[in-house]
């Protein structure tokens, strides 16, 4: 399921996502959550299955 959030990004950042989603055939909003699963994936396998150390 998906939802519909408002954020504000960094002018640079934004810029660098916008190349990488027309790289891949990607929308921005289909980029930014693939590199969030990316991301929360890693710190995953880092903590265990947790975001974050106890």
């Given amino acids: 399921m ?3 959030i408002s954020i504000t990004l960094d002018k640079d ?3 660098k ?3 990488l989603a027309e ?3 990607r929308s921005v ?3 930014i ?3 969030l699963k990316m991301h929360i994936t890693q710190r995953e396998k880092k903590y265990n ?3 974050f150390p106890d």
């Fill in 49 to 51: 299955g947790k975001l």
């Fill in 29 to 31: 909003s289909q980029s």
């Fill in 23 to 25: 790289y891949e055939d």
């Fill in 2 to 4: 998906k939802e519909s």
């Fill in 33 to 35: 959550n693939y590199i």
């Fill in 13 to 15: 950042i934004l810029e």
């Fill in 17 to 19: 996502v916008r190349k």
